[in-house]
Structure formats: structure tokens, C-alpha cells
């Protein structure tokens, strides 16, 4: 692990910061206890945190209510319930080519068992959606539209605003999947008209896995899917259906929930504006030092406008999981080769037919020195079969 050169950060970021470590230690240590479900004050300390996460997560997307931020295990926990919640018997949904699994697999489960249509929107030749045609594809029995954010094979960042604003005037709901952005990306569920936002912890919000979640706008009526203890109201036989318990049962993951807390006072203090530009500049240097190797393919790298710090690419005769198993045995560097997860984006960009690409992912505690050894290193890659 000494010295490893980590640019799988769309994978999880690492590592968190030490405030992260530490808060999650101290934390769990003294108030690691059931939290709002009895009146002692350890109790009571533990619901504090777990509210105030909820109120710092609300501000980051600009929602209003803190109550409709709920906590899940992560993004995929999120969007299963939201696919799950939302659509029923003959109804139809709207999503992309660019969508991980976590959107890709509840939709086809649903598709398969006969329950609803869905249409994929392909993306451009740089990577993105266009509005329009997504706008085009409503039907009178659209249910939802849910549209990857930013891409973890290409880092793309989709004008989530422009579908939003098409959603709302056919009043057909809008989600995201804010999995490589939430943190580093600004989000402004109003502004941007979106419904409801899936996010998961341990990647731009620094938590740690296991905690992700979901913001939902007060009139978007997810079906609850899940039912268990909530700590109020015990005598009811049904789960109660106010927000947040709608969408938690049983104890929630309070270190996980302590982790996001830390990561935002730490994000806050940073400044994401300031974290996103210092990976651009990187991402940048990365892009234009692989362009001018022989022998290397980039896919849909063109420009920081709208893009998050994730690349991928190929190096002509080579194979993407030779190349990552040299990268890692001979130099150092952790990073993710194959379909990472998004077969449909490989589909569309024929890498599924060479077993997808290398994908080198930044974060916030990569250096330039970091972007000059993985350059000099796909040189010397690339050399061997020239
Ligand atoms: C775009 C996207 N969506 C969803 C997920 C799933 O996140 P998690 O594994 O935390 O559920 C990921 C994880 O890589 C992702 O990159």
C-alpha cells in the first residue's frame, strides 16, 4: 500500500480525509447508540448528528425539507427503491445509455417480468444526452425519467437542468443518479427541477460504504418497498408512511451517517468549486499528456467544460486488463479496467468488443506527480507494442 498511486477514486474515493477517520472513531466511541428511539441523552446526542447530516445534505442539494433526505446502504439501495417505488403494471420509463447497473438491472428485472417499457437514450460523440431527446420520448404513460449525473466510464456530466425543466412541464417525474457527483458537482434541486436525488457516500462526499441515500421533493410519492421497526408509533401495524421513516427500517448506520457529517464539514471547508477545479486541472493534463502518446485512445475526453475528473482509454494491441495488471505489478497504480459496471456506454462506444478500457478516476489527494508517473507509464505501455 506504501506509495500506491490511487486513481480509482470513481471506484470510492481514498483515502478519506483524516477528519473523516477521526470523527467516525471518536463518534461511534461515545455516542454509539440506538439513535431516536429512547430519551437518555446519548440517545438523543446520536438523533442531533443524524439530523444534522440530514439538514447539511438538504442545503447541498438546496431542498427544503431535511425530513425528505433519507438514508439507504448506498446508491444502488437508493435507486432500487426509487425504480421499485415509482413504477407499476403498464408503465413506462425513460433513461440512458450512460446508466450504471444500479439504474440498468431494476429496469430490466421490471422489463423482463413484463411490467413496464423503458427507452435508453444513446448519448452524443462527446458523451452527452440531449434534452430534446429525451423531451421527444415522452409518452402519456411516462412514469419516470432517470438519467445518470456524471458518468464513471467517461465523467460526462448531463444537463440534468434541461431535462428537468422538460420533466416538470409534462409533470412526469425526474431522478438522478448523483453517485460521481454529489460532493463535486453543485446540484440545485429547484433550480434544476429534479425530484429526487440517489447518492451514495463513500465516493465525492468522502464518507465511508455502507451509507448513501436519497432526496425527495415533498410531493414525489414513492411507494414504500421495505417495512420493519422505525422507532415510532410501534403499536401501528403498518409502516408509518411520513418521511424519513417511509423510506428507512431498522437501525440506521450511525458511523456511516457520522463519516457524511465529517465529510461535508470537511467538503464545506474546502470548497467544492476549489476541489473540482484542482481535479480539472489535473483531469486536463491527464487528457492532453495521453492524446500525444502513439497508440492511445481516449473516449469522449474533450474538453473540462461539464466533465468530472474520469477517463478512459485504450492502447492499440493491448487489452484493458493486461494493461491494469502492468499499471498495478510494475508501477504502482490502482485503477479499474473492463465495463466498469455501464455495459451500455461500452455498447455504444465499441470498447464492449475489446473488453471495455482502462479508467484512470482523480480525487482530491492526487498530485501532479500522480498524472506524470501514470503518463510515463502509459508510454512505456504503449512502446512495448509499437
Ligand atoms: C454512476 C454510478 N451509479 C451508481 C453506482 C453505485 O454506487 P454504490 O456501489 O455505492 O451503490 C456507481 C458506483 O460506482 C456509479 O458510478
Redesign the pocket.
Known amino acids: 500500500m506504501e506509495n500506491i498511486i490511487y486513481l480509482d477514486n470513481?471506484?470510492?474515493t481514498f483515502p478519506k480525509p483524516q477528519e473523516v477517520y477521526d470523527f467516525m472513531h471518536e463518534f461511534y466511541q461515545k455516542h454509539g447508540v440506538n439513535p431516536g428511539r429512547a430519551g437518555y441523552d446519548m440517545s438523543i446526542e446520536t438523533e442531533e448528528i443524524v439530523y444534522s447530516t440530514r439538514k447539511m445534505l438538504t442545503q447541498l442539494f438546496n431542498g427544503t425539507d431535511p425530513n425528505y433526505l433519507t438514508f439507504s446502504?448506498?446508491?444502488?439501495?437508493?435507486?432500487n427503491m426509487i425504480i421499485s417505488g415509482m413504477l407499476s403494471k403498464g408503465d413506462h420509463a425513460i433513461t440512458s445509455t450512460?446508466?450504471?447497473?444500479?439504474?440498468l438491472r431494476p429496469l430490466y428485472h421490471k422489463q423482463q417480468d413484463g411490467v413496464i417499457e423503458v427507452t435508453y437514450i444513446p448519448f452524443d460523440e462527446k458523451g452527452y444526452i440531449d434534452p430534446d431527446d429525451v423531451k421527444k420520448a415522452f409518452r402519456k404513460n411516462t412514469k419516470l425519467v432517470i438519467l445518470?449525473?456524471?458518468?464513471?466510464v467517461i465523467g460526462t456530466v448531463q444537463p440534468v437542468g434541461a431535462v428537468g425543466a422538460y420533466c416538470r412541464e409534462a409533470g412526469i417525474p425526474f431522478a438522478i443518479?448523483a453517485?460521481?457527483t454529489a460532493g463535486i458537482i453543485p446540484i440545485d434541486v429547484q433550480e434544476m427541477h429534479i425530484d429526487i436525488v440517489?447518492f451514495?457516500?463513500?465516493?465525492c462526499l468522502m464518507g465511508p460504504?455502507g451509507i448513501?441515500g436519497l432526496y425527495c421533493s415533498r410531493d414525489i410519492d414513492i411507494r414504500y418497498t421495505r417495512f420493519g421497526g422505525t422507532g415510532v408509533r410501534s403499536a401501528d401495524r403498518l409502516h408509518p408512511a411520513e418521511f424519513p421513516h417511509r423510506l428507512e427500517c431498522g437501525t440506521l448506520n450511525i458511523v456511516g451517517v457520522a463519516g457524511l457529517h465529517a465529510g461535508q464539514n470537511w467538503l464545506q471547508k474546502q470548497g467544492m468549486p476549489q476541489l473540482h477545479q484542482q481535479e480539472m486541472a489535473l483531469w486536463e493534463k491527464l487528457r492532453t499528456g495521453l492524446q500525444n502518446i502513439d497508440g492511445v485512445t481516449t473516449y469522449c475526453a474533450t474538453s473540462t467544460n461539464n466533465q468530472n475528473a474520469v477517463l478512459s482509454f485504450n492502447i492499440r494491441g493491448w487489452e484493458a486488463a493486461d494493461m491494469g495488471t502492468m499499471l498495478d505489478v510494475d508501477y504502482n497504480i490502482a485503477c479499474r479496467t473492463g465495463l466498469?459496471?455501464?455495459p451500455l456506454v461500452h455498447e455504444q462506444l465499441g470498447t464492449d468488443k475489446i473488453h471495455g478500457t482502462v479508467r484512470l478516476s482523480l480525487g482530491p489527494f492526487n498530485t501532479e506527480s500522480h498524472i506524470d508517473t501514470a503518463l510515463s507509464a502509459v508510454a512505456d505501455i504503449a512502446a512495448i507494442k509499437r
Request: glycine share 8%; proline share 0%.
Open positions: 470513481a471506484a470510492t446502504y448506498n446508491a444502488s439501495d437508493s435507486l450512460l446508466e450504471h447497473n444500479s439504474v445518470n449525473h456524471g458518468s464513471n443518479d453517485s460521481q440517489a451514495t457516500g463513500h465516493k460504504t448513501g466498469q459496471c455501464a
